[in-house]
């Protein structure tokens, strides 16, 4: 499989449009953090180095085919002396597969600090490797993601919340060393987002599988972070109705500082026969 460094590594075509790499994938739909990592890739490529981008809001419009690539079109929606606003546009056959607003904040700002604590969580290597044990309906997804580390927290080691409706809590990283440029560990964490996050809405209701899609992905980036380093992924789901599902994840690193928040909405139906590529794409 190929490693995250070529996954985002995308080719500029001409100014403001960038095209991403088709891989090898287990999978018969494009995994959506493969494409919004790309489309963010993009969108940084617009943006001088004084900005870091902050926060990201996509919608996922149409399945993406893994096996060719897709272009993405970057709009300058604005260059400000303390923020950047980028729109992306993913095409693949003439068609929007997905779009994204990016803004980007000038570094050196200064002001109020607080955050959440960390919820305590079992120490990461002390659970089992996933990947060393999948069963049948994990293989797929798994193979698709052998260069990551996933540790779902037991049940009967997380401390929940009774006020909440869903919880579950993951420990993940990227396996290999990654360069030092934050903007690869901000890009590899936007793909890794999209993973495991839509499970948390399961939760409640074992044995039942809905058909599942993501359909939008909003994430905010606080403090610098490293991705192939433990992060622990605190995961809610406090809505899901009307055949949607919303998710909500913290992302804390091991130290227990907040380094980014997501949200995310997927397709939760029931009553209607899941594909079986779906099973695969959207295992959470």
């Not at 990592?37 to 180095?49: F, I, K, M, N, P």
């Not at 990283?173 to 948390?200: E, F, K, N, W």
């Not at 500082?257 to 590529?277: C, F």
Request: proline fraction near 6%; aromatic fraction near 10%.
């Amino acid at each position: 499989m190929a490693d995250i460094e070529e996954i985002l590594q995308v080719e500029r075509i001409e100014k403001d449009i960038y095209r991403g790499g088709a891989f090898e994938s287990f999978l018969q739909r494009t995994f959506g953090g493969q494409v919004a990592g790309q489309a963010l890739v993009s969108a940084t490529r617009t943006v001088d180095d004084a900005y870091t981008v902050h926060s990201l809001h996509g919608y996922f419009l149409r399945p993406g085919n893994p096996d060719i690539p897709a272009v993405f079109l970057v709009d300058r929606i604005r260059d400000g002396r303390s923020f950047c606003t980028r729109r992306v546009t993913g095409i693949q056959n003439g068609e929007a597969i997905f779009t994204m607003s990016a803004s980007f904040h000038v570094h050196g700002d200064e002001g109020i600090e607080h955050q959440d604590r960390m919820p305590p969580a079992p120490d990461p290597e002390s659970l089992p490797d996933r990947s060393e044990n999948l069963s049948d309906d994990d293989h797929a997804v798994f193979k698709e993601w052998q260069n990551f580390d996933l540790r779902v927290v037991p049940r009967d080691e997380m401390v929940t919340n009774e006020y909440f409706a869903a919880q579950q809590r993951v420990w993940f990283r990227y396996r290999h060393r990654l360069p030092d440029d934050q903007t690869i560990h901000v890009c590899t964490l936007a793909y890794m987002s999209d993973m495991t996050l839509l499970g948390s809405s399961k939760v409640p209701h074992p044995g039942i599988e809905p058909q599942a899609a993501s359909l939008d992905h909003a994430m905010w980036f606080m403090r610098p972070f490293r991705a192939d380093e433990w992060l622990l992924y605190d995961q809610t789901s406090p809505s899901a109705g009307a055949g949607r599902a919303l998710t909500q994840g913290r992302i804390f690193d091991r130290a227990g500082r907040l380094v980014a928040a997501v949200t995310q909405e997927g397709l939760s139906r029931t009553g209607r026969p899941m594909p079986a590529d779906q099973h695969a794409r959207h295992e959470k």
